[in-house]
């Protein structure tokens, strides 16, 4: 039996970061938006993340900023403060995410099954959800969904974006054939070698696109970037740290294809439409592919996860990670030719 049998007055999701997980989020709130337009939605989201989210239709966000540390789980306590929603649904694993729902009133606190509640989840909360068998992050969030009662519908997004960031990324592309290159992930071991993106990025321009790199302002993404385009014998246009996470998802949407490892703008791209040619080695691609293109993923996870752990993937617990350095070398730069080359002849 779902938790609800008609529509319940409000939910609160609980949903911090990271940008990846957070546009698999969209999709399920989303879709509970589409079968009870009337429920009210409250979402407490991260604050980096909160950029991307902020004008969401129909969906009051209250940010926490995880650098505050106690004063910021105040915070949004304050904001929540004499408010009881129908259901607090739990959407984090971390502690932190579980400390900071001991201040936000619920009847109903829905959590992961308890199999899968790591950090002690379960403890915070007084229902679970049944899943145990989805793989797939995004199919998870959407577990919570169904459990509340919304039934499970293939995944739609409706970002916020305006004009002035569709103009944005106008201006950057053109209307050129344009892949988009977004090579680091949250870590450097989990990135694909400078050369390798240059090669890459070679041969797309060779078959007649505009190659542009993007990311974050961090100083190792801007390294990263530098390092791609000293090794690039065709010139590549570089907005790494150039832009919003808004206008980053606008140029996302006006690309043709997105190369990315494991990282936040891969699935900002599935959220857009636009196909992705994920590179994984660290994770497993089946539980944090971009959900859209999982078939064009080009993966050696499972030769390292066995290496690792000695077993099979499928006998493996659900979030294993590999470890090492050397994982992504790999990955050849054929393999990735390949593997675009067939996700391009399927658009």
């Known amino acids: 039996m779902p938790l609800f049998t008609h529509a319940p007055r409000s939910l609160c999701f609980l949903r911090l970061s990271a940008i990846g997980d957070v546009c698999h989020a969209v999709a399920a709130i989303q879709a509970v938006q589409r079968h009870w337009p009337q429920t009210q939605?409250?979402?407490?989201?991260?604050?980096?993340?909160?950029?991307?989210?902020?004008?969401?239709?129909?969906?009051?966000?209250?940010?926490?900023?995880?650098?505050?540390?106690?004063?910021?789980?105040?915070?949004?306590?304050?904001?929540?403060?004499?408010?009881?929603?129908?259901?607090?649904?739990?959407?984090?694993?971390a502690l932190r995410a579980?400390?900071?729902?001991?201040?936000?009133?619920?009847?109903?606190?829905v959590g992961f099954h308890r199999h899968r509640a790591k950090e002690g989840q379960w403890l915070f909360t007084n229902k679970r959800i049944p899943d145990t068998q989805s793989c797939h992050v995004l199919d998870s969030f959407f577990a919570f969904t169904q459990y509340l009662g919304v039934p499970v519908t293939p995944p739609?997004?409706?970002?916020?974006?305006?004009?002035?960031?569709?103009?944005?990324?106008?201006?950057?592309?053109?209307?050129?054939?344009?892949?988009?290159?977004?090579?680091?992930?949250?870590?450097?071991?989990?990135?694909?070698?400078?050369?390798?993106?240059?090669?890459?990025?070679?041969?797309?321009?060779?078959?007649?696109?505009?190659?542009?790199?993007?990311?974050?302002?961090?100083?190792?993404?801007?390294?990263?970037a530098a390092r791609i385009i000293a090794a690039a014998n065709a010139p590549l246009v570089n907005l790494v740290g150039q832009t919003s996470l808004k206008q980053l998802a606008a140029v996302?949407?006006?690309?043709?294809?997105?190369?990315?490892?494991?990282?936040?703008?891969a699935h900002m791209a599935t959220t857009q439409g636009t196909p992705v040619l994920g590179l994984y080695g660290h994770s497993n691609p089946k539980r944090t592919g971009p959900y859209n293109n999982l078939a064009d993923v080009v993966s050696v996870y499972e030769t390292f996860a066995e290496q690792q752990h000695g077993k099979p993937v499928n006998q493996l617990a659900w979030s294993t990670r590999v470890k090492g350095d050397h994982v992504m070398a790999a990955i050849d730069t054929q393999q990735v030719i390949d593997a675009f080359e067939t996700m391009m002849a399927k658009q």
């Not at 989201?45 to 209250?62: F, H, M, P, S």
């Not at 290159?181 to 041969?203: C, G, M, T």
């Not at 996302?252 to 703008?265: C, E, F, I, T």
């Open 252 to 265: 996302l949407a006006r690309a043709d294809a997105v190369l990315a490892p494991d990282s936040g703008p």
């Open 98 to 109: 579980s400390l900071l729902t001991v201040g936000i009133g619920a009847r109903h606190r």
């Open 156 to 224: 739609q997004w409706q970002l916020p974006l305006s004009e002035d960031d569709h103009a944005f990324a106008k201006a950057q592309l053109g209307d050129k054939p344009t892949v988009v290159i977004s090579p680091a992930a949250s870590k450097d071991e989990r990135n694909w070698l400078p050369e390798r993106y240059a090669q890459f990025a070679d041969y797309a321009v060779g078959k007649g696109y505009q190659v542009i790199l993007c990311g974050s302002p961090a100083a190792r993404e801007k390294t990263l």
């Open 41 to 93: 939605i409250t979402w407490v989201v991260g604050k980096v993340e909160a950029q991307l989210l902020a004008g969401l239709d129909g969906v009051e966000l209250v940010v926490f900023d995880k650098k505050a540390g106690l004063a910021g789980m105040r915070h949004v306590w304050r904001q929540l403060k004499g408010r009881r929603f129908d259901a607090l649904v739990h959407m984090q694993l």
